[in-house]
Each structure stands twice: as C-alpha cells, then as structure tokens.
C-alpha cells in the first residue's frame, strides 16, 4: 500500500538555525520559510535527491508541535509521510485492520495542497505517520 518515504519531518526550536545548518553546512538545497496557518506551523523543505526533510517551527497560539517541542527541546523526528496512491482506500483498509487514525478520520489538504492523513503513533511503533495521496 505505501510507496516512496515523501518526507520526514524534523521539529526545531530555531527555524533559522535550523535553515543555516541544512542549507550551509550540510550542503543542501533549502526552500523560503513557508508560514502554515492551517496547520499552525511555519516550514522550510530541505529538498535531498531522494526525499525531503520538512523543518517544523510552531506557528501561533494552538501549534500541534508546542507540546512536542516542550518534551523535547533540542528539536527531533516529528513524523515520518509515506505516499500512497488512493487515500480513502488505505483509511478504510487501516481502520479495517483496527488502526487508529488522528481527528475526525477524514483526509485533510496538508502542507503540500495534497490529501493527508495522520496514524496513531501507539499502532506505529511509536513513530507519528503522516500518509499523503500523491
Ligand atoms: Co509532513
């Protein structure tokens, strides 16, 4: 069912810091700070040959990456997305197969205008999954 690993998503408590260290020191292509008030974060795409790293910075008041960034302050691996070709297919095989599925259970428009969601962490060894229809 899933494809190729879209992105991981890594959360920063310093975008800029964070930019500078992937653009300039890692070497790799960056794009602009993009702030995502739907989503209540502001996000920069590292873009690697194979994949992209998302960095996550809060964005306002209810940022569903405060919490995480409280517990862990350095920064860390927030999600990991996988693509998948038909969304609604895969929502019902995972809630077939009893897995839980963040919010209403409905795909929402992510960060990248595309269909997306998000797997309880407790069915993914641990591990926030974020699916996303491409
Ligand atoms: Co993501």
Do not use: W
């Not at 653009?23 to 989503?39: M, Y």
């Not at 919010?103 to 407790?122: C, Q, R, S, T």
């Amino acid at each position: 069912m899933i494809g190729k690993l879209n992105h991981v998503a890594i959360a920063v408590p310093d975008l800029d810091a964070a930019t500078t260290l992937y653009r300039d020191t890692l070497g790799a292509k960056v794009s602009e700070a993009v702030d995502q008030p739907d989503h209540g974060v502001t996000t920069v795409f590292v873009e690697l040959p194979n994949t992209k790293i998302e960095l996550l910075y809060p964005l306002g008041e209810n940022s569903p990456i405060a919490g995480f960034l409280a517990k862990n302050q350095a920064g860390g691996i927030h999600h990991v997305c996988y693509e998948v070709e038909d969304i609604r297919a895969a929502a019902e095989k995972l809630k077939a197969d009893g897995m839980r599925i963040l919010g209403d259970g409905e795909p929402k428009i992510g960060a990248h205008g595309k269909p997306v969601l998000f797997l309880h962490p407790k069915d993914f060894c641990g591990t926030l999954v974020e699916l996303e229809e491409v």
